[in-house]
């Protein structure tokens, strides 16, 4: 119940001058913010928008190199990848100098100039491998993901920004290691004379001392590059896929050794044919081959046939894991 006073807008007060006037802001109500001619602004319509209002903060479409941003930026920022491409840089180069060395004692020359880089990356791309697979499952095993789909609710837009960065970066790292690990084995071992029961590519003779060819250059650098680089996309589809990162680990060791594995238990006759498949179709078999030391007889002996094949089934297993991103919740 209001007293007059408070009806008034005054308050008696026992001052010695008699009642004092209220505060200006006593029984006002704040003032808004006012346009021109102190009136209130007008709301801002547009025609077109849901309600016929049109928000005064600027709206812009996104597009597909916003989602590389983000995720060139959470791949570069997260300590998995420093550690994973760094121990794979110090596997390719490490190995390779010391095959190079372990190879310079010898006079004359048993193998391809450039072929002890393959030791160093057969190890290194199991590197590669695992970053493949994290750069997915990592997101699915903290929740992120729904942080990520949130902002950028086109599934495939964010499935193709991760696969273009990370194939990319694996790429560029690979070559830079594989290129590095070529330059030094033509370093140690150039020169030399080949073995009498060596088997060498053609061309590679040249002068009576084994050399790297054109071809071969290509093939133990851009080549092998290439090659892990696909098998790192591939297990980012497959982790895609299983959103695990251990079972999609597994299943990728799996795929690259377990071809070899199971042929060298096809002694018998009657698995022969599959035995030779097996060993020839094998990543392992692909990845040797670019260097020049196919382990079967099939193919073209380059490799680059095979790394085709691998381009293809990971072109489908991408394929796979955008139709299955888009069906499946998060």
């Not at 928008?49 to 941003?69: D, E, K, N, W």
Request: net charge neutral; aromatic share 8%.
């Amino acid at each position: 119940m209001s007293t007059p006073y408070q009806q008034q807008g005054t308050a008696p007060t026992d001052g010695p001058g008699g009642p004092v006037p209220p505060p200006a802001w006593q029984g006002h109500a704040p003032a808004p913010h006012q346009g021109p001619g102190g009136q209130p602004p007008a709301p801002q319509f547009a025609a077109g928008a849901p309600g016929g209002y049109a928000s005064p903060i600027p709206v812009r479409g996104t597009h597909f190199f916003h989602a590389l941003a983000s995720e060139w930026t959470k791949i570069r920022t997260v300590r998995s990848t420093m550690w994973t491409l760094g121990t794979m840089f110090l596997i390719v180069v490490g190995v390779g100098a010391l095959t190079a060395a372990g190879l310079s004692s010898s006079e004359q020359a048993q193998t391809p100039l450039l072929a002890g880089g393959f030791f160093g990356l057969m190890l290194g791309q199991i590197c590669i491998i695992t970053l493949g697979v994290l750069v997915v499952t990592s997101e699915f095993g903290t929740g992120m993901i729904r942080t990520t789909m949130t902002a950028c609710p086109s599934r495939g837009r964010v499935l193709a920004a991760k696969a273009t960065v990370f194939f990319l970066l694996s790429f560029v790292m690979t070559t830079v290691a594989t290129g590095l690990t070529a330059l030094i084995q033509s370093s140690m071992l150039g020169g030399r004379e080949p073995s009498e029961f060596a088997s060498l590519p053609k061309g590679s003779v040249v002068d009576g001392v084994v050399i790297a060819t054109g071809s071969e250059w290509l093939g133990a650098t851009v080549g092998a590059g290439l090659y892990v680089a696909l098998l790192g996309l591939l297990s980012l589809a497959v982790g895609s896929l299983l959103r695990h990162s251990a079972g999609a680990i597994t299943t990728m060791l799996g795929v690259v050794l377990l071809p070899l594995l199971l042929a060298l238990f096809m002694a018998t006759e009657s698995l022969q044919t599959v035995r030779e498949k097996l060993i020839e179709y094998s990543p392992l078999n692909g990845l040797a081959s670019l260097y020049r030391m196919p382990m079967g007889g099939g193919g073209d002996g380059t490799g680059w046939d095979l790394l085709w094949i691998l381009a293809g089934v990971t072109a489908a297993a991408l394929a796979g894991a955008f139709a299955m991103l888009h069906q499946r919740d998060v």
